[in-house]
């Protein structure tokens, strides 16, 4: 199983990024997924999570402002980042568990808020 990251970047305060996650191994249907970021200095924390049948939870600090979403045909996994703020700079890693295979990371995508 491996996760690959895209779609990080440098963006402007009030700006949106729109991250993803494929997952590999036609597996993706069976696992929960979730994203979480490691701001500088700090440590990891969960950003937003959604299940295999697509219940969503969110930190209170992105609610609102940030939305989880998983395509199931693409495999994929997405985070539509809105509203951005500069303490949303970190590096935003996808995380996926699976019932039998255990639980697995991407290997992080840099996302900067700064003008």
């Known amino acids: 199983v491996q996760l690959v990251e895209s779609g990080g970047g440098l963006v402007q305060p009030g700006g949106s990024l729109r991250l993803s996650c494929e997952v590999s191994?036609?597996?993706?249907?069976?696992?929960?997924m979730a994203w979480y970021r490691q701001p500088p200095g700090k440590q990891r924390e969960l950003v937003a999570s959604?299940?295999?049948?697509?219940?969503?939870n969110y930190a209170d600090s992105v609610k609102g402002r940030f939305t989880i979403s998983r395509d199931n045909a693409k495999d994929t996994v997405y985070l539509q980042m809105n509203s951005l703020k500069p303490e949303a700079t970190a590096v935003y890693y996808c995380?996926?568990?699976?019932?039998?295979?255990?639980?697995?990371w991407g290997q992080g995508t840099q996302v900067t808020v700064s003008s």
């Open positions: 995380h996926a568990t699976f019932v039998v295979l255990g639980a697995y």
């Open positions: 191994g036609n597996i993706f249907n069976y696992a929960n």
């Open positions: 959604i299940t295999s049948s697509s219940v969503t």
